[in-house]
């Protein structure tokens, strides 16, 4: 199961991985029209009241925290042009930046991936 994961993301860091494609939906489902359910169910506003606690966080809410991160003002116009969007969100995504004992982690789950991945 590793060793395909590790071929679909071509060792790529998985949290700049899963935030490029993520980048990449919003944009998409961003330049539909207004009729279809994807952006029907991203743009709705749910009414009621919540349950009590901590609100979760939505998806839209975590994708509009990663653009302010990008830097990117004005993003709802924005992705509506497509190579542009597809162009910033790419540059500007940066790979995470990790401690030492991350560094380490990742050195040991590269060595765990690549003995599993070779047949003997």
Same mark, same amino acid.
């Given at each position: 199961?590793?060793?395909?994961?590790?071929?679909?993301? *071509?060792?790529? &860091?998985?949290?700049?991985?899963? +935030?490029?494609? =993520?980048?990449? $939906?919003?944009?998409?489902?961003?330049?539909?029209?207004?009729? #279809?359910?994807? !952006?029907?169910?991203?743009? /709705?506003?749910?009414?009621?009241?919540?349950?009590?606690?901590?609100? #979760? !966080?939505? /998806?839209?809410?975590?994708?509009?925290?990663?653009?302010?991160?990008?830097?990117?003002?004005? $993003? =709802? !116009?924005?992705? *509506?042009?497509?190579?542009? $969007? +597809?162009?910033?969100?790419?540059?500007?995504?940066?790979?995470?930046?990790?401690?030492?004992?991350?560094?380490?982690? #990742? #050195?040991? $789950? &590269?060595?765990?991936?690549?003995? +599993?991945?070779?047949?003997?």
């Amino acid at each position: 199961m590793n060793c395909e994961l590790n071929d679909l993301i *071509k060792n790529e &860091d998985i949290v700049r991985f899963v +935030k490029s494609k =993520r980048m990449a $939906w919003l944009g998409h489902v961003m330049r539909m029209e207004g009729k #279809r359910i994807h !952006k029907r169910v991203l743009e /709705w506003k749910p009414t009621g009241r919540r349950n009590r606690g901590r609100p #979760r !966080k939505r /998806w839209i809410e975590d994708v509009e925290e990663d653009v302010q991160i990008m830097g990117i003002r004005g $993003w =709802r !116009k924005f992705c *509506k042009e497509r190579a542009e $969007w +597809k162009k910033n969100t790419e540059r500007r995504l940066k790979p995470t930046v990790g401690c030492n004992a991350s560094k380490r982690r #990742r #050195r040991i $789950w &590269d060595h765990i991936t690549l003995t +599993k991945c070779i047949k003997i």
